[in-house]
């Protein structure tokens, strides 16, 4: 659409919500329009999951670099991907406004109505801005955002309001109205576009996703993953699916990431003299980052147990450090016996501990254009691929997935990435203020869910973004180095 001037709100959330209750009746508690930030302490009791949404997960962290899921938003609803991102709050989505930069065909964007913009004076449009306040010149002015990525990349547009069509793991559907970023203008300064739509803004914030549903008295405050290292994997929303025998770790209140408590690292089982780590569990980040003291510190001693071994240093594109053997790898399973396991001892809890074997921190290398080949021939999503392209793979080194965080923009910041999560469910409990982990069988859906909504929830979907992030909305009065065209109306 233009660019127009507009003067609209999302006074008319309230006509969704009655519409909605009218339409579908008994399918979520009743609530009129009200502020996302608001502290619900009611929730109806569970029945057979009905407060609990189950998603299904494509991509891996290597090749493709993202784990995606979608969500169809709009009436009529349209289908879109998003990356899940436990590293920002904000959901968005590329939209036609028109977009600058985007990297989805017209037809693909989200095409937004004025009605369902959000207003610079309404408290969403504060929640999103939160701790700062948004720069409003007049009150009914449109409320803007803007995210700036540790990569330099960066994404600017509108909030609005409009429809998600979500289904409780009962089978029961619902649409309501959720707050979420309209992104028209997207600087992107990697090599290769993102393939998701937007992100899915996950952290621990009031402008997620989740704390609008919690805020709905629709389900509580609990996320969980299980990504799949072959590929896939599925997230949830809600406290039904989090298994007994879990290891739980307090998380800081004090924030806005997923925050641990100080760590120390062992290598081997021993002591390394590295403590005090503080680490962001961090989903929208494919690798892992330590701080250059702590990275440099587990590479030296990675390097050292490798002196004897028949492993040779190799450049390599997809990492910065890299081995081969006397023979191309062909999945991670033939170089583990090589490396040994990394552990994070954390203190103030009961000898909690997160274990990264070998796999939880190394890949092994294929070719960039054979995955784009084999996207093309599979055209649905990659869950099943990963088997194919090792055996096919023309590089085969094992490369380091820990990262230099300082090198990459974090400073001293160290996150655990994708690549530590695999094969663990792990379960960020914003009720409890707290995040936990148990070993897991990522690639089946729990058993407890009947076969037809199985079935429903195993349909192959496309890819997702996949990057780390850090989200700053931003004020009239913050620096900015580019020239761009901001608070566009719609």
Known sequence: MDVKKSKATVALMMMFMMLFLVNFPGCFSAASQQPINKKSTHLKPHNGFQSSFLFPV??????????????????????????????SDLTWVQCDAPCTGCTKPIDHLYKPQKHILVSCEHPSCGVVHFPESPHCEKPDDQCDFEIDYVDHGSVLGVVVADVFSLRFMNGSLIHLPLTFGCAYDLKNPGPYDPPAAGVLGLGNGKASILSQLRSFDLTRNVLGHCLSGKGGGFLFLGDDLVPSGMSWMPVSANSKHYLSSPAEVLFDGKPTGIKDLKVVFDSGSSYTYFGFQVYEGVLNLVRESLTEKTLDTVQDKALPICWKGTKPFKSVHDVKNYFSTLTLKFKDTQNIQLELQPEAYLIVTVSRSLVLQQNDINGHGYNNISNMLFRSQEDGNACFGILNGTEAGLGDLNVIGDISLIGKMVVYDNEEQRIGWISADCNRLPNSLDSNYKEDIQRPYAANFGILEENHPKTQGSSETNVRVRNREL
């Open 58 to 87: 494509t991509g891996n962290v290597y090749p493709l670099g993202y784990y995606s899921i979608s969500l169809s938003i709009g009436n009529p609803p349209k289908v879109f991907e998003f990356d899940i991102d436990t590293g």
